[in-house]
């Protein structure tokens, strides 16, 4: 399984985790809420949903009003399929969602990651945050060395696109360590004053 599809796999779930939708809807709700799947197709979702039914993590019903499988008919259509995470699905989704490895925190992953943060355990989004972190500070050190060996031999406009890469990491560096700052003073403030 490629990296898109195993994060495409771990939206759709956490997706469906909130409430049964058909293939409109996750995809419309894949490109506008989580911004990650952009350039994302029908091609690209059905498989995927379909192996996600294989696996026995989703089930296919059919759309709620009868009068719209009528009208679906009339028209030629076929009738909307509603997709369902199975219990099976619902703990496969909380392993996925547990898991704190690298590729929890890598570019691909990580935005997918957050927008199910209201979904995941402190101590899960501690490691994903501080993970994520590491990871920018660890690339914005190879920037700063890269751009100090070779600022002579740079035209402008190469110097300003490193320097705008450098500012974009530094920028989500801070925002992580609000973040990270913001989940300390959550779990001090709800283990109470005596603490």
């Known amino acids: 399984m490629s990296r898109r599809s195993g994060i495409l796999e771990f939206a759709v779930l ?5 409430s049964p939708m058909h293939g409109y809807e996750l995809r419309k709700r894949l490109n506008t809420s989580l911004g990650v799947f952009r350039a994302f197709s029908y091609g690209t979702l059905y498989p995927c949903l379909k192996s996600l039914v294989a ?28 997709y369902r995470l199975t219990a099976e699905g ?3 989704f909380e392993k ?3 898991h704190t490895g ?19 355990s402190r101590d899960v989004r501690m490691r994903v945050l501080e993970g994520r972190r590491s990871r920018l500070e660890e690339r914005l050190e190879k920037m700063r060395a890269s ?7 740079l035209d402008d406009y190469t110097l300003e696109l490193q320097r705008h890469g450098m500012e974009s990491v530094e920028r989500e560096v801070r925002w992580l360590n609000e ?8 779990r001090d403030r709800r283990a109470g004053p005596d603490q």
């Open 147 to 153: 751009l100090a060996r070779t600022r002579e031999r």
């Open 90 to 92: 619902k703990e496969h």
């Open 55 to 82: 696996n026995g993590w989703l089930v296919e019903e059919p759309g709620n009003a009868p009068e719209d499988a009528k009208a679906a008919s009339l028209a030629g259509r076929r009738a909307k399929i509603v």
């Open 102 to 120: 690298p590729d929890a925190w890598e570019d691909e992953h990580f935005a997918a990651r957050f927008a199910f943060f209201g979904q995941t």
């Open 14 to 18: 956490g997706l469906l985790r909130e």
């Open 96 to 98: 996925l969602l547990a």
């Open 179 to 186: 973040l990270i700052e913001s989940e300390r003073a959550g």
